[in-house]
């Protein structure tokens, strides 16, 4: 019988040495010396669990917690530590936040007087020196992937609502601009005041697109509007010699294309078996672009134990991780079982 437990997990990374090369030859399509992994968002309990620490931590907590995140991505097995750089946020009136809300809840930009009479925060002054502080954290090998304080169509629809968006496509195109190229300008300047860090190895573009059929605008709409911004964000990373990934859930059939030939992302982030079961997508994209995780997180928490492990392994086996790095579809939210979690990682550890 297998052990999925934590402690199975720490003895197999206890010599395993980060080394971002590794990450950085699936970005690059190639293969890296070793199966590799790749998560987006661990939970705090489960990253508490992994570096052996006292208590959970939150951000609440300051730098401890972006330590304690550092030594658990290096305890799990990982050659890098995804985090946020700054507390720059799209601010909106507090609103009573459940496990899921209406996309129309709390939007504060209804019109052009709302528009001008929304208090726009500027990133740089924001930034508080959170990754020259945390560098000297980093194993040897290690190198920070930075995110962004959301995307910037989900921002946007953050600002206006989702119906209320929909309906100024049409009502109010230039107001659409305006309020996209103010989310736009503003990932724009956050993402540029890091890319050159020596600690930053790469750049995450966190932006959902789609539903289960289909992405949340038309085609036209998000090349309109949203893409000519993630197109800039590639350029900072490529102007820095680094690659910069796109997480974004739903269907984006309709446009890979565009992720792939026009703004040019190095690797795509969130897969769904009732979309295409990422065997499949890493069928259709590779050569084209990296895959990054795919393990159904529905798949990861129903499934039985042995068969999340089988399922991963069976993944390294077929891609030799040319390209690909194992991990959940979307992350690792609370709900996961550990274990489950644990079996999934293991394959990669244990290939």
């Given amino acids: 019988m297998?052990?999925?437990?934590?402690?199975?997990?720490?003895?197999?990374?206890?010599?395993?040495?980060?080394?971002?090369?590794?990450?950085l030859n699936v970005f690059n399509k190639k293969t890296p010396s070793r199966p590799t992994l790749f998560e987006f968002f661990l939970?705090?309990?489960?990253?508490?669990?992994?570096a052996q620490a006292d208590k959970v931590l939150t951000p609440w907590d300051g730098d401890e917690y972006y330590i304690q995140k550092i030594k658990a991505f290096t305890a799990a097995g990982y050659d890098y530590t995804n985090l946020d750089a700054s507390p720059f946020n799209f601010v909106i009136e507090d609103i009573h936040r459940q496990a899921s809300i209406s996309a129309n809840e709390g939007s504060v930009i209804h019109d052009w007087d709302s528009f001008e009479a929304y208090n726009w925060q500027n990133p740089r002054d924001q930034y508080?020196?959170?990754?020259?502080?945390?560098?000297?954290?980093?194993?040897?090998?290690?190198?920070?992937?930075?995110?962004?304080?959301?995307?910037?169509?989900?921002?946007?629809?953050?600002?206006?609502?989702?119906?209320?968006?929909?309906?100024?496509?049409?009502?109010?195109?230039?107001?659409?601009?305006?309020?996209?190229?103010?989310?736009?300008?503003?990932?724009?300047?956050?993402?540029?005041?890091?890319?050159?860090l020596d600690c930053v190895g790469a750049l995450i573009s966190n932006d959902d697109w789609g539903f289960n059929t289909q992405t949340m605008l038309s085609s036209d709409d998000l090349r309109k509007y949203?893409?000519?911004?993630?197109?800039?964000?590639?350029?900072?990373?490529?102007?820095?010699?680094?690659?910069?990934?796109?997480?974004?859930?739903?269907?984006?059939?309709?446009?890979?294309?565009d992720?792939?030939?026009?703004?040019?992302?190095?690797?795509?982030?969130?897969?769904?078996?009732?979309?295409?079961p990422v065997e499949e997508a890493y069928d259709a994209l590779k050569g084209k672009i990296a895959v990054l995780g795919g393990i159904d997180v529905d798949f990861v928490c129903r499934a039985p134990i042995d068969d999340v492990y089988e399922r991963s392994l069976n993944m390294v086996k077929k891609t030799n991780c040319e390209g690909y790095a194992l991990g959940t579809g979307n992350s690792v939210p609370y709900y996961v079982p550990d274990e489950a979690y644990f079996a999934m990682i293991l394959a990669g550890l244990t290939a």
């Fill in 43 to 50: 939970n705090d309990p489960l990253e508490a669990k992994l």
């Fill in 128 to 196: 508080e020196g959170r990754l020259e502080r945390l560098e000297k954290h980093l194993p040897d090998g290690m190198k920070f992937i930075v995110f962004g304080p959301g995307g910037v169509l989900e921002n946007t629809i953050r600002l206006t609502g989702f119906d209320n968006l929909c309906y100024m496509t049409v009502d109010d195109p230039e107001l659409v601009k305006a309020v996209v190229d103010g989310v736009g300008q503003r990932l724009y300047d956050y993402y540029a005041q890091f890319a050159e």
């Fill in 2 to 23: 297998r052990d999925y437990s934590l402690e199975s997990v720490l003895k197999m990374t206890e010599s395993r040495k980060p080394d971002f090369a590794n990450i």
């Fill in 259 to 276: 992720i792939i030939n026009d703004m040019k992302f190095d690797a795509k982030h969130s897969y769904e078996d009732k979309i295409q």
């Fill in 226 to 257: 949203i893409f000519p911004w993630h197109k800039k964000f590639a350029e900072i990373a490529h102007n820095a010699g680094k690659p910069i990934m796109l997480h974004s859930c739903g269907n984006l059939e309709f446009v890979y294309d």
